[in-house]
Structures are given as structure tokens and as C-alpha cells.
């Protein structure tokens, strides 16, 4: 790349010092340990089976006034912005396609993690993050009613705490609903961190970390599972797991993450009643408006025709 002589140019590679320090020269069994303290709670103060969904969730829409629909979803220190785009028909398309397509495209930003992102090319992790955004959407959108067409769903990550997954997926639910995208029903997910025998429900980054690591001992159930669902049809949608984990674990951890699913739904309806409301707020003050501009308009009709009548 050419140098520009009026900053300064720093190298175009090099290693994070964290790399340095202790905290990144841990083992897994002290990583592990400093994941929930002496009171048996995380570093954030909850418990091993307590979710961000309740106090500290929070949610609105019509975050973008350029798309059709929009969504913001704060899962304390997960931030994610979703928006959608009107249905446009498939470029370069050989053949007819029966059924509507989603093209999703997840991106972090740059100042998301604490390690560095590409700010243009997208990496693996997030071309990832696309392809299971789109297989978790697909069963939720009814894609026989705009058949040739695609949808543009784009989900920008502004902070990752981990459950980044779960979060695009809420978001992009919320989106298409707000943007009046026929569905059979509001899409939830929720992730589950298994290390050992215990069971972190919607983990940070950290407890991320180390339930993907390899332990010591293959015996021990070490993995990340993310489940998404269609609450009222009672109806899983995606499940995506990483690592190794046995039979009754999934199953147990299932049931957990349908209970967790069904949490989210009335925070996603209470956040469309509201928009709802708005749009009637709004569109009467609009009407309001509109009838004072046109009372003006005809007072001043009547002034012209008595002024004209005059002469």
C-alpha cells in the first residue's frame, strides 16, 4: 500500500501484547475457574441458568429510515443492528425460482471485539454468521408469495458479548416484522455454553471461549449449541452446535433452550405493540396536520375570491 507521509503510518502487521500478558498465557482449568466466583455467580453477576432476556434486554425498530424494516437488540453488552430491504428481483437468474430468497450478510465492526477486524473483506467467522443467519430465517418467511425475488437482510454487530448468533437472529426477526414481511411466526434463538457438567445459558464471550477450547480429557462435554424457534408453532427452526457433547446433554439442553426462547417472545410483542401504537400516534398527528394546512389554504382561497370579486 502507497504511504501517506502526513500521518503516522504504524506497521502493517503486527502482534497484539495481549498475547504477553498472563491473562492470555492461562490454562483451561484457570480460565475456567475465574468464569463464576466463590458465590457460585458469573463475572456479570448472574446465575449459571439466568438469561439477558428479562433485565437486561432491550429492543425498538425503526432504527434506519432507509429500509423497510429495522431493529436494535442490546443484550447488555451484545449490540446488534438489523435492517431489511424491499423483495428485488434475483440478478442474472437463468431459471424461474418458485420461492422467495434471503440474503443475509453479517458484519462485526471494527471496534466490536477486543481482537482486530478487516474493516472491508469479510472474514470466516462472518461468512459463517451469514450462512446460519439464512438457514435459521428461511423456515419463518413465506417465500411462495414473492416468488424470482430476493429479500436483503444486513446485520451489523456493533458490540460482541457473546450469543452474537442468537442476537442477529432475534434482531433480523424483529426486522422482517417491522418491515411487513409475511411470516408464520416471530423468530427467537438462544445459545448455551456446556463446560463439563455445567451449563451457562446465553454466555459472554469468555464463557465462549472456553467452552470451545479442547480440554486435556476427551470425556468431558465441552461445546456451544444455538437453537433458534418459532414460539407460537412450537416449532425449531435451526440448531447449530460446536464441539463434543453427548446424547442426554442435548437433550437436557434443549428443553432449557426452548424455556428460553419462549422468554423472548414477550419482549419482541411488546416491542411491535408499541411500534404499532406510534404509527397510529403519528398518523393521526399527520391527519391533524393535513386538515390545519388545508383549513389555511381554503381561508386563503376565500381571501383571493373576495379580493378578486372586489375588482
Known amino acids: 500500500m502507497p504511504t501517506d507521509y502526513r500521518r503516522f503510518n504504524g506497521p502493517e502487521d503486527s502482534i497484539s501484547y495481549n498475547r504477553f500478558t498472563k491473562e492470555y498465557l492461562k490454562s483451561y482449568e484457570d480460565l475456567h475457574k475465574d468464569l463464576i466466583d466463590e458465590n457460585g455467580l458469573r463475572k456479570d453477576g448472574r446465575s449459571l441458568d439466568e438469561a439477558r432476556s428479562l433485565q437486561m434486554f432491550f429492543g425498538r425498530t425503526d432504527m434506519i429510515s432507509q429500509a423497510k424494516g429495522s431493529s436494535y437488540i442490546e443484550l447488555k453488552k451484545t449490540k446488534v443492528v438489523c435492517s431489511v430491504f424491499d423483495p428485488r428481483e434475483i440478478m442474472h437468474q437463468n431459471e424461474f ?152 446433554c442435548i437433550m437436557k439442553t434443549m428443553e432449557v433452550l426452548q424455556k428460553e426462547c419462549l422468554k423472548f417472545l414477550p419482549n419482541i410483542q411488546r416491542i411491535l405493540v408499541l411500534n404499532v401504537k406510534n404509527c397510529f400516534a403519528q398518523q393521526k398527528l399527520l391527519d391533524k396536520e393535513a386538515k390545519e394546512r388545508e383549513a389555511a389554504l381554503n381561508a386563503k382561497m376565500e381571501e383571493w375570491k373576495a379580493l378578486l370579486n372586489n375588482e
Do not use: W
Open 97 to 248: 425460482c418458485a420461492l422467495g430468497q434471503l440474503y443475509c450478510e453479517v458484519k462485526f465492526a471494527p471496534f466490536s471485539c477486543p481482537r482486530q477486524r478487516r474493516p472491508l473483506a469479510p472474514d470466516s467467522e462472518e461468512k459463517a454468521l451469514s450462512v446460519a443467519l439464512r438457514k435459521a430465517l428461511e423456515p419463518s418467511v413465506c417465500r411462495h408469495l414473492f416468488p424470482n425475488y430476493q429479500i436483503d437482510i444486513f446485520v451489523y454487530i456493533l458490540e460482541h458479548d457473546g450469543s452474537c448468533l442468537a442476537a442477529a437472529i432475534t434482531a433480523a426477526g424483529l426486522a422482517l416484522a417491522n418491515a411487513a414481511v409475511p411470516m408464520y411466526d416471530i423468530m427467537t434463538a438462544c445459545s448455551v455454553a456446556i463446560i463439563g457438567d455445567q451449563m451457562f445459558v446465553d454466555p459472554t464471550e469468555a464463557e465462549e471461549n472456553v467452552a470451545i477450547m479442547n480440554p486435556e480429557t476427551n470425556d468431558i462435554n465441552n461445546g456451544l449449541i444455538t437453537m433458534s424457534m418459532m414460539p407460537n408453532l412450537k416449532q425449531i427452526s435451526d440448531f447449530r452446535q460446536i464441539g463434543s457433547i453427548n446424547f442426554d
